[in-house]
């Protein structure tokens, strides 16, 4: 059996991972560690709370003692760290508990992952780490790290004490750096299932800068295989790319969103832009797909298609996810462009 840990498993890509690996992996552990901060939500787990191979701790990734008692006591053999402060916005107006969580919490699961000699550690990063790309070219592996926004400096500054813990005590790594994510479950501070919610309730959607700005963007399921790959096959001390080949503007996805709900375009809002916007990202995943076999399975068009689907048929979910702080986040973050 394998026993893994995963960190922010509560959260869009942590809880779509854990219902993957329950429900295709039967003979796997899962000790789900989350601390359940305003993106960690029960419900994106309500299925699986009592599954018998799933144990949910609430924690926090920067605990040194709870996160060895956890490793000890589940004889756990691999980490899989996606906790994090996920949102370029959030880390923008404040930077400081970025460093906390995706530093000092990464540091202290490799203190705890080295310590207890666990056979893998993965490390889930993103291709923002890169920094930014111009109409051309895309992110390999093997592209310097040139981060922009204080999320992903934190991010960048995770991968490299992940790789230090690897040069220094000879830690089992693999990093894997993914572009943007959509689907189930995401909170609704990231693009699409901002622009879904409020154009479903005929809000504006608000557009940043010239609305030319470019992702890539990468089903979710399709992420969670692409780990659940490395897990599996990838040497020690690997970093894998993980992307869609769906590089798309901001306004076709947005366009796209209002067709399919039957909105107009008049919601449309161009507001202040984001202080240094990163201009478009597109991530080379030759690499994952040569060499572990790994290949997405849905084009952008049937995933945003799922994804527009889900968010209809999960009204519930998504109006407990917007009572209460949302408001006041939504209110703060947009008040002023
Ligand atoms: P998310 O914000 O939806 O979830 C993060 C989860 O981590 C939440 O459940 C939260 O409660 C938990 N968490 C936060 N701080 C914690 C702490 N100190 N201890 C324990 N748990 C804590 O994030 P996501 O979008 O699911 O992203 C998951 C990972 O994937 C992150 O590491 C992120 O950097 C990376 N990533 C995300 C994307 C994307 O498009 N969403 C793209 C590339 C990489
Ligand atoms: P986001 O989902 O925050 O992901 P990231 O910044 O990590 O790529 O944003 C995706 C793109 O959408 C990015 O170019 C910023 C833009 N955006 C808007 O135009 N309006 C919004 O309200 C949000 C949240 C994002």
Partial sequence: MKRLLVTGGAGFIGSNFVQMVLSEHPDCLVVNLDKLTYAGNLENLTEFMRHENHVFVQG??????????LLD????????NFAAESHV???????????????????TLLEAARDKKVERFVQV???EVYGSLGSEG????????????????SKASADHFVQAFGHTWGLPYNITRCSNNYGPYQFPEKLIPLMIHNALHDKELPVYGDGLYVRDWLYVYDHCTAIWAVLQKAPVGEVYNVGGCNEKPNLEVIRLILQHVGKPET????????????RRYAIDAGKIMRDLGWKPSVTFEEGIAKTIDWYLANAQWLSHVVSGDYQNYYRTMYANR
């Fill in 60 to 69: 926090d990734i920067c605990d040194g003692p709870l996160v060895a008692r």
């Fill in 89 to 107: 916005d959030r880390s923008i107006t404040g930077p400081k508990i970025f460093i906390d969580t995706n530093v000092g919490g990464t540091l």
């Fill in 125 to 127: 990063s993103t291709d």
């Fill in 138 to 153: 895309m992110f390999t592996e093997r592209t310097p790290l040139s981060p922009n926004s204080p999320y992903s400096a």
């Fill in 267 to 278: 919601l449309i809002r161009y507001v202040k832009d984001r202080p240094g916007h990163d």
């Fill in 73 to 80: 006591e589940h004889r756990i053999d691999a980490v899989v």
